[in-house]
């Protein structure tokens, strides 16, 4: 069975920075497209940023662009989700999601809870204004 735990959302001042952490579990690092989605109040799920083994560019919604920045550490089986000069509209739960075989990364924003083959669970990032 795949898991994906997220942790390192919270509360943060505008400005400031996070790091999500998603340790995977049930799968191997290899043929696979990982990354994050989020999901603000009244809004739908967006694609916001992956890694695939496909391509070595990752993906950024143009939202976050210049500001988050993805990676991952295959020994530790986790990806990472740096979030800089953090606004209120990134206010949001966020979301790890895996799929395999890979997709191409520009894929990412187009997928939808169907079509990726897990989810975590979700963890809020609230940024006060």
């Known amino acids: 069975e795949v898991q994906l735990v997220e942790s390192g959302g919270g509360l943060v001042e505008v400005g400031g920075s996070l790091r999500l952490s998603c340790t995977a579990s049930?799968?191997?690092?290899?043929?696979?497209?990982i990354g994050w989605f989020r999901q603000a109040p009244g809004k739908e799920r967006e694609g916001v940023s992956c890694?695939?083994?496909?391509?070595?560019?990752?993906y950024y919604s143009d939202s976050v662009k210049g500001r988050y920045t993805i990676y991952e550490d295959i020994a530790k089986n986790t990806v990472y989700l740096q979030m800089n000069s953090l606004k209120p509209e990134d206010t949001a739960v966020y979301y790890c999601?895996?799929?395999?075989?890979?997709?191409?990364?520009?894929?990412?924003?187009?997928?939808?809870?169907?079509?990726?083959?897990?989810w975590g669970q979700g963890i809020l990032v609230n940024v006060s204004s």
């Open positions: 049930g799968f191997t690092f290899d043929d696979y497209t």
């Open positions: 999601a895996v799929t395999w075989p890979a997709l191409h990364p520009s894929l990412w924003g187009q997928m939808t809870t169907r079509n990726l083959i897990a």
């Open positions: 890694i695939s083994s496909m391509d070595s560019t990752p």
